[in-house]
């Protein structure tokens, strides 16, 4: 497994642990309410567990499973780490959204959604670019022999 499969497969294991903490807490508070602020945590839990954990997983998998181009490359992994960097950046952004909106007030933090949105978007453009070569290989030109 190529080393950029590890760390998103790992990193996305981090995030499904964080979150089904985070998604504990949110529950438990929900059956015994000692903590009214636990509840902030339900959008970082969906957030964490939807794009950390899934999207994230789906990324390893295929950057490792996809077929390679010819000579044996798996393309531009640049463009996987950059996709890595930015999905990473994007659900710290997110889950750090709710609960600091919570304690400092929601106009402070108005650039933060537009943020993750932006990280999502370039991490995803980034892995289709990737990856769009190794699934639909450009047609070649047919050579003439003389």
């Known amino acids: 497994m190529p080393r950029l499969s590890l760390w998103l497969v790992r990193t996305a294991l981090i ?22 602020w636990l509840w902030t945590l339900r959008s970082s839990h969906i957030h ?16 490792w499973i996809l077929p390679r181009l010819g000579g044996g490359s798996r393309g531009n992994e640049r463009l996987v780490a950059l996709c890595y960097a930015t999905l990473n950046l994007g659900v710290l952004l997110a889950a750090l959204h709710d609960p600091l ?5 929601l106009d402070a933090l108005w650039p933060l959604p537009v943020l993750t949105g932006l990280c999502y978007v370039v991490a995803a453009a980034a892995f289709l670019i990737h990856a769009f070569p190794r699934v639909l290989p450009l047609p070649t030109l047919p050579t003439e022999k003389p």
């Open 15 to 36: 995030w499904l642990g964080i979150g089904q903490t985070l998604g504990g807490l949110v529950l438990a508070n929900k059956g015994l309410p000692l903590l009214p």
């Open 48 to 63: 964490i567990l939807l794009i950390g954990w899934t999207v994230q997983l789906a990324f390893g998998v295929a950057f």
């Open 101 to 105: 909106a919570s304690l400092v007030g």
